[in-house]
């Protein structure tokens, strides 16, 4: 497993108001997208590796108090990048597919995508299982050789390091995540379809319905785990297709 090289959270100490000597001084962790441009700038005259990144995103989507720069995003990103921050990595990375800031190049986009997720960018991974899926030709011939093995293998990365980013934020006394968390129960549902279609088409790995039928029920575990809403139809509605498609193959479950 790839661990995640930076997981963003700044440390706030909350001191008791009431002046309490025997109430010791709490520390809490939120996320920098909860502070403020001047905040995050004073960070990053700092080299603060979370601010940098943080700037580079809003910059990149024009969000924040920041007006949309690809210049100032890419300035900001390849700083937060010496650090070696994944995410900016990942958005360096879009800015060569993209040719934001930089002229488009497939092949430096592939080298950055491969660095960000080398340092645990799920997102990069879940890029990579994709373009190995698919082959060069959605890139100019540019990209990887189509590998199904390899697909396969960045798609097991992917559901392990989206987990390993779920159980970092989801530590006591993490606050204002919810954001981050929306978007990883997305990505974690996503990743275990994936993961589902990899078993059911034999794609980099043996086939079988029982391992397709085991990674869908085990994103609607974590769907209700994570929300406390057992409605996940869109979910239940895929078990029964690969039941069926189960059944339909002679393979029991």
Known sequence: MIKPSFLPAVAVTFT???GD??????????????LSPDELEKGAKRNDPGALQELGERYYFGIGGKPQSDRLAYEYLLRAAEHNVQDAE?????CYRQGRAVKQDHKKYFQWLDRAAQHG????????????????????????????????????ETEQAVMAYWKFYTM???????????????????ICVQLSEHFADGIGTEQSYDRAIFWL???????????????????DQLIEQMKQRAAESGQNN
């Open 90 to 94: 990942f958005l360096i990375a879009e």
């Open 172 to 190: 006591p006394r993490f606050i204002d995540f919810d954001e981050t968390l929306r978007i990883l129960m997305q990505a974690y549902l996503r």
């Open 121 to 156: 960018s799920w997102m990069a991974m879940f890029g990579l299982s994709a373009a190995y899926r698919t082959g060069s030709a959605p890139y100019g011939g540019e990209g990887p050789v189509a590998n199904a093995e390899q697909s396969f293998s960045w798609s097991i």
């Open 217 to 235: 029920e085990r994103a609607k575990r974590f769907g209700i785990e994570a929300t406390a809403d057992r409605n996940f139809d869109a979910v």
């Open 21 to 34: 000597p025997n109430k010791e001084p709490v520390q809490f962790f939120r996320p920098y997208g909860a």
């Open 16 to 18: 008791p108001k009431d």
